[in-house]
């Protein structure tokens, strides 16, 4: 079931999908008909006005577009037997692609790898991991099931037994990153694979990033729990021994606030940042909230073999839920958070989330 379908009380998520977008066939037919209304789009997103808009409710009031009549015939290759989210993720995908190619197409934007600064580039091209015997990239992104990614590249190159083997992940070993071939080796790669990725409600991944190396990570508690709790919680006892084991998500919030978006830990890293959607053209973009079906169809479309399926969420997986990110957000104080969101807000844009409504109302209940 997908998160996203309660988001917000429908409000803001409509919103997004009422920009109207490949409502239906005919109109993704007609490209050049919708660029106008995309490019305006663009222009405001980029321009941060994306934010304004939504909170002053003017996206608020574009109508659902109804569901597709012929839904079916939109997609004849998901293994999703319901036309109508069939449907929906369809259209979502129309409009993030559009949108990501509308936003790409700005003077800007960097068209391709080599446009991209060394830093850039450097973080961009250790996410990317290579499998050249199914000719296919993937641009991984950390808390979006990146870890089941990685074992079924394993699995496909040999060096693992089966998706389900209880081994722990190990991030690095066996794996192939376009970092580590040649700038020509790189542009042939990026020229003929298939080339696809995943992403997430950005806040959602942060909460997810929040409660997992914050809450369980001892690693992590004291290289980045101290030092936050050092920068940000007034009136800690100078010299406690600090475990860096209690940052709040507010402090988290903090930290994010003044940190270069490049230079982040790839697990709050912006998806923008790690996987440069202008620089490099994906083929396919999957949502974890839908991780099974969009899984399944780069499975097929990368012609793994039929026994090697995605695995299943862990078992000791705590999912984000709804109630869960209602919870956290509404108690980081909304200034905060006016802050947060624009510094996601490309993640929010390109990859078509509405954002959250944090509105005092709405926090309330
Ligand atoms: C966007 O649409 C084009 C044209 O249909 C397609 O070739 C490309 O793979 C799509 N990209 C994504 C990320 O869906
Ligand atoms: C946010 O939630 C409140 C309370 O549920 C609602 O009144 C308001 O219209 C929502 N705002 C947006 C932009 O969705």
Redesign the pocket.
């Given at each position: 079931m997908a998160p996203r379908k309660q988001g917000g009380d429908g409000g803001a998520r409509s919103s997004v999908l009422g920009f109207r977008a490949a409502a239906t066939k005919a109109s993704v037919r007609r490209h050049s008909a919708l660029l106008p209304s995309v490019l305006t789009f663009a222009v405001i997103v980029a321009s941060g006005g994306l934010l304004l808009m939504i909170e002053k409710g003017m996206l608020s009031n574009v109508e659902t577009p109804p569901p597709l009549s012929n839904g079916r015939t939109l997609d004849h290759r998901s293994p999703h037997p319901d036309p109508d989210v069939d449907a929906e993720s369809e259209i979502l995908?129309?409009i993030?692609?559009?949108t990501?190619?509308a936003m790409c197409r700005q003077k800007s934007m960097p068209h391709n790898v080599w446009a991209l600064s060394p830093l850039q580039r450097k973080t961009l091209l250790q996410h990317v991991l290579v499998n050249d015997k199914h000719h296919f990239l993937y641009c991984y992104v950390p808390k979006v099931a990146c870890s089941n990614w990685k074992r079924v590249l394993k699995v496909l190159s040999g060096t693992l037994a089966n998706v389900d083997t209880k081994v722990k992940m190990d991030h690095h070993a066996d794996l192939v990153f376009l970092a580590d071939f040649s700038p020509e080796e790189v542009q042939h790669r990026l020229q003929h694979y298939f080339?696809?990725?995943f992403v997430r409600e950005p806040m959602a991944r942060l909460l997810s990033a929040y409660r997992n190396k914050f809450g369980e990570i001892e690693a992590y508690q004291r290289k980045y729990g101290v030092e936050i709790v050092r920068r940000y919680r007034k009136g800690y006892a100078k010299n406690a021994k600090l475990a860096g084991d209690d940052v709040t998500f507010t402090e988290f919030v903090r930290y994010l606030l003044d940190e270069d978006p490049e230079r982040m830990n790839e697990h709050w890293m912006p998806v923008y940042n790690l996987c440069q959607?202008c620089a490099m053209?994906?083929?396919?973009?999957g949502s974890y909230e839908r991780l099974e079906n969009d899984a399944a169809y780069v499975l097929e479309r990368i012609g793994a073999p039929e026994n090697i399926r995605f695995p299943e969420r862990q078992t000791w997986y705590k999912p984000v839920t709804k109630e869960t990110l209602h919870y956290y957000l509404c108690n980081v104080p909304q200034k905060l958070l006016r802050e947060l969101l624009p510094k996601y807000i490309l993640d929010f844009s390109f990859f078509s989330y509405p954002l959250p409504n944090i509105t005092t109302e709405y926090c309330r209940h």
């Open positions: 995908r129309e993030r692609n559009r990501i190619r080339k696809f990725m959607p053209e994906f083929d396919f973009i």
